[in-house]
């Protein structure tokens, strides 16, 4: 299959690209394709022994983002980003109540979601259309949060631009408060995989939350949200010779 290049000097095929980028997050694996680049650069013979960019990606121990498994840790994540902004807070609570990816959220305007039941948009990876139900709660938090606002403004602007939080800020803001209420394995993809291990864990219909997801198999989904290594970890936890 032919390779993309991801860097001057990183190649990999796209079913490699999206599969790593389900697994860690955007952020995250443009860092390290950059970090495998600038290596390369640095070391040209490291080049010649390099056979697979994508394993030499997985083998420098990249971190996994992971989504957050207990209600507990939801809450202190909502209380520290409300304690410093309610936009970072409301950014939060959509993340993991619609199962959007980030990139679909920061560019939503008031309008998106003023008076609606559903969010409608175009996504920004695939670009397949997507309508997503409003849950009830989400409603009036959205109401609350759009009050007195205009109906094009931006849902997350920057504070220094009337432009939309951009992925490394979003990125940034999240993973402070992540990291000061103890949550490890932390990216923006962690929203999305919230959503999609409490969708699973209360519904346990990987169909559904596959066809929510758009992945092609529901070994992807499971695996996606964690639920294949939660299952691995269960069977060794008491497993002893």
């Given amino acids: ?3 993309i290049s991801y860097g001057d000097h990183v190649f990999l095929t796209n079913g490699q690209y999206i599969y790593l980028l389900d697994k860690y997050g955007e952020y995250e694996l443009n860092r390290k394709i950059d970090q ?43 209380e520290e980003l409300r304690r410093h902004s ?12 619609t199962g959007l990816r980030i990139s679909d959220l920061l560019p939503l305007r008031v309008s998106d979601v003023s008076h609606k039941t559903h969010i409608v948009l175009k996504e920004t ?47 940034k803001i999240l993973n402070k408060a992540a990291n000061n209420v103890g949550i490890t394995e932390f990216g923006t993809h962690s929203l999305r995989k919230t959503f999609g291990f409490w969708h699973y864990t209360i519904n346990k219909n990987v169909a559904l939350l596959q066809h929510i997801f758009n992945h092609t198999s529901p070994d992807i989904t499971l695996r996606y949200i964690g639920i294949n290594q939660d299952i691995v970890d269960q069977s060794l936890e008491h497993f002893s010779l």
Wanted: hydrophobic share 35%; glycine share 2%.
């Fill in 1 to 3: 299959m032919e390779k």
């Fill in 36 to 78: 495998l680049n600038r290596s390369k650069i640095k070391n040209p013979e490291r080049k010649e022994t390099i056979k697979s960019d994508y394993h030499a990606i997985i083998s420098k121990g990249m971190q996994t983002v992971q989504p957050i498994r207990d209600r507990f840790l939801i809450h202190a994540m909502k």
């Fill in 86 to 97: 309610y936009r970072n807070y409301f950014l939060f609570v959509m993340g993991i109540n």
């Fill in 125 to 171: 990876k695939t670009r397949k259309s997507k309508r997503f139900l409003i849950n009830v709660e989400l409603r009036k938090t959205i109401a609350e949060y759009i009050e007195g606002k205009d109906e094009e403004e931006y849902l997350f602007p920057s504070y220094k631009t009337d432009l939309p939080l951009q992925r490394v800020q979003a990125y």
